[in-house]
């Protein structure tokens, strides 16, 4: 029970996790390392606040503080089973803390409630292992170098001739009290069942009656206080020339303490079972070699592997990646010096579904720091991963026309330019306006507007290639990159074509509706050699396109208000009219045959 103790506290020792237990009032009666490092407590046991004395839970949902009877721990106390809940746990002077977390309530073998297990996690994913149950079979195993031995003597008929001091303080009888008496009648001998041990049966008498030895034997000594003093009893029978049986020599110890202690590492053992069984993280234990040694029901679970199928197994290659592939955990542990190896990988099921998990390895090491076996984790975090791809998706993707939005365009421009300048070749930008969407809008409303955007992309795509980058930038303005234009006019031509299939009417709801555009474009790396550049020069273009009603227009810098030339020559204007450094000269145009001046012009 010790062995299977240690290995099971080991176990909860290298959760990265917060792990507690409370009983049914709500005190915490056993709270691991990592998760009083988490909660900034070195003292929770007996806390009926849920460990939380001197914080304040928060809903991230809601920005309020959440009440007790909704925590976690208090939900499992009254049997529910809480499933990954997030709170904010706040504490002054300390940074706020973000937890995931789960509960379970915790049943004896009869169904009674008889705690919860609650089971916590940064999710910054800045995890520790759990510590709290080490020094148990240390304290455990120093009784057994703790208890007296006891001496007893009998005759044939077992009567008492004989004790020493120790065994009078086990037995509570003096040797004066116990000397001629058998003892059926000093003491009641009590099994390990708990059932009284008829006299004939007591292991002097049966070593009296056989002749032979009998080690090792526990019983109960119910003592005349009532008290039960547990012994361990080897009973050797002297015995006469002939083989009759002369006395019978019982030493004994008291192993009462080590009982209680038995007890309760048995206890401990089924507290620590429940852990393990129970937690909503996979676990398993892992020899040297990599081979499953246990699992828990939420790894089978994760993994889709029916009970004891996973033991027996590599750690690793049960995780293969959906690569394909599967990291040498293990040696990629035993290789190093250090002692924790963690990573999220891509994983797959054994009905080969893909998913994605934190996983953990933890070396436990020996008294000597030798390696004797590893913790494994494994925590699926598909859910998070896809909520945290869709955040970053939404974050670079217009919500209307599901195209890349000007963060993302911006990004694939640069990237675009760079490639361009490494292969010496061109690229094109070109933003384009639609014309008489705003009429849309006012006759039709914003709805069929929207969907009329909607549909203004596919008609782009489909004039261009894969390389290509269709992008809206806001309202009714759109953006294509074409990194493989090489000059103007496959950058015109493009433009011809995205006009041309924009002439093509909508139908939207029944409604036959026609806009048109005008494009701008811009050259890298004449017209800008930077994202910004190139995309104000664009849309200087479209503005010419749209103001000339020619469709589309390439970037001059004779149109730009802005360009260097246009604002040397304004300053040097100024210059001029300032330092009276302008003359005005007068030309006479001459009237023919006569060549009479008609008028002057300046």
């Not at 059926?184 to 390990?192: F, M, N, Q, T, V």
């Not at 008609?459 to 309202?475: F, K, M, N, P, W």
């Not at 010419?544 to 246009?566: E, F, I, M, N």
């Amino acid at each position: 029970a010790a062995s299977r103790s240690a290995e099971l506290a080991a176990v909860i020792d290298h959760i990265p996790d917060g792990v507690y237990v409370a009983d049914p009032e709500g005190r915490i009666v056993l709270m691991n390392p990592a998760g009083m490092a988490m909660m900034g407590t070195d003292s929770p046991t007996g806390d009926t606040s849920g460990g939380l004395q001197g914080y304040s839970v928060v809903d991230p949902r809601t920005g309020k503080p959440v009440p007790r009877s909704q925590l976690a721990m208090s939900r499992a106390l009254r049997g529910e089973r809480v499933n990954r809940v997030e709170a904010i746990v706040r504490r002054e002077g300390a940074a706020d803390v973000w937890l995931d977390t789960s509960a379970v309530p915790l049943r004896n073998a009869q169904g009674v409630l008889t705690g919860a297990l609650v089971v916590f996690s940064d999710v910054t994913r800045e995890r520790h292992l759990v510590g709290e149950l080490a020094a148990s079979e240390e304290r455990y195993r120093s009784l057994y170098g703790m208890v007296a031995c006891g001496v007893l003597v009998q005759d044939s008929k077992g009567r008492v001739l004989d004790a020493n001091q120790p065994a009078e303080e086990i037995l509570g009888w003096s040797l004066a009290e116990m000397r001629g008496k058998k003892t059926g009648s000093l003491w009641e001998a009590i099994g390990e069942d708990t059932s009284p041990i008829p006299l004939t049966e007591r292991p002097t008498m049966k070593a009296l009656k056989s002749g032979v030895p009998k080690l090792r034997q526990v019983l109960g000594v119910k003592r005349r206080t009532g008290d039960v003093r547990w012994v361990q009893i080897d009973t050797v029978p002297v015995l006469r020339p002939d083989g009759s049986p002369l006395q019978v020599v019982s030493s004994f110890i008291d192993i009462t303490d080590l009982k209680s202690a038995e007890q309760k590492l048995t206890e401990s053992e089924v507290k620590l079972r429940t852990i393990f069984d129970q937690a909503p993280i996979g676990l398993a234990r892992v020899d040297l070699e990599g081979i499953v040694q246990e699992a828990n029901h939420a790894l089978r679970t994760m993994l889709g592997y029916p009970e004891g199928e996973l033991v027996g197994l590599r750690f690793d290659r049960v995780l293969s990646t959906a690569a394909g592939g599967a990291l040498d955990l293990v040696l990629e542990l035993l290789k190093g010096d250090r002692d924790h190896y963690s990573a999220e990988l891509p994983i797959r099921r054994r009905d080969g579904a893909a998913r994605w998990g934190s996983v953990s390895l933890t070396l436990v090491r020996g008294a000597e720091r030798e390696p004797l076996y590893l913790i494994g984790m494994l925590e699926d975090i598909s859910d998070r991963k896809a909520q945290t791809e869709l955040l970053e998706y939404q974050a670079l993707h217009d919500s209307l026309t599901d195209l890349p939005n000007r963060t993302l365009l911006y990004d694939r421009l640069q990237q675009a330019i760079l490639t361009a300048q490494r292969e010496h070749r061109q690229l094109a930008l070109l933003i384009m306006d639609l014309n008489r969407f705003k009429e849309v809008n006012d006759t039709f409303g914003h709805h069929l507007g929207d969907i009329l955007l909607q549909q203004i992309g596919p008609r782009i795509i489909a004039q261009l290639r894969e390389s290509d980058t269709v992008a809206r930038l806001g309202g009714d303005e759109f953006a294509v990159v074409l990194p493989t234009a090489d000059d103007e006019a496959g950058a015109t031509l493009a433009a011809r074509r995205i006009l041309k299939a924009l002439e093509e009417p909508f139908t939207i709801e029944g409604r036959r509706l026609e806009v048109g555009g005008s494009i701008g474009i811009a050259i890298t790396p004449q017209h800008g050699a930077d994202p910004a550049t190139l995309m104000r020069r664009a849309d200087i273009a479209m503005y010419v396109a749209k103001r000339t009603r020619s469709g589309h227009a390439l970037y001059s810098p004779d149109q730009d208000k802005h360009s260097p030339g246009r604002l040397t020559l304004i300053v040097e204007l100024r210059d001029a009219l300032q330092g009276d450094a302008l003359a005005l000269h007068y030309q006479p145009p001459l009237a023919l045959p006569r060549a009479t001046a008609t008028a002057v012009a300046a």
